[in-house]
């Protein structure tokens, strides 16, 4: 048993940051990755292939070779249409993937459109 305030609160700490490792509690789902060489407005819309629900619809802006990660809201298990497009760069692309809250998908965006990889 801890016999001080500061190492009651170590041990604490530690404990929550097990339990968070073990809840992936803040992981990305889906990564982008610009493999442009400039700076664009990415379009995501993601969208439930069951009741075409749109369940996400957000831009980023990402300079050359940079990298933006976030989460989607995957409310339940199933198939979602994610389209991604870059209009100053005339580029874009969409994939259907199944999916549950562990799926990270990756997308780089490239002068010839968007390839996708679900890991």
């Given at each position: 048993m801890p016999s001080t305030r500061r190492q009651m609160l170590a041990s604490v700490g530690a404990s929550l940051v097990g339990v968070a490792g073990c809840l992936e509690l803040g992981g990305p789902n889906l990564v982008i990755d610009n493999e442009l060489?400039?700076?664009?407005?990415?379009n995501i819309d993601i969208?439930?292939?069951?009741?075409?629900?749109v369940?996400?619809?957000?831009?980023?802006?990402?300079?050359?070779?940079?990298?933006?990660?976030?989460?989607?809201?995957?409310?339940?298990?199933?198939?979602?249409?994610?389209q991604i497009?870059?209009?100053?760069?005339?580029?874009?692309?969409?994939?259907?993937?199944?999916?549950?809250?562990?799926v990270v998908i990756h997308a780089a965006l490239g002068p010839d459109g968007v390839s996708f990889e679900t890991r």
């Open positions: 060489n400039q700076r664009v407005t990415v969208t439930r292939a069951s009741d075409m629900r369940v996400m619809r957000t831009d980023r802006s990402l300079g050359a070779e940079e990298t933006t990660a976030l989460s989607y809201p995957v409310d339940e298990s199933g198939e979602y249409r994610i497009t870059a209009q100053e760069a005339n580029t874009g692309g969409e994939t259907t993937v199944s999916v549950d809250e562990s």
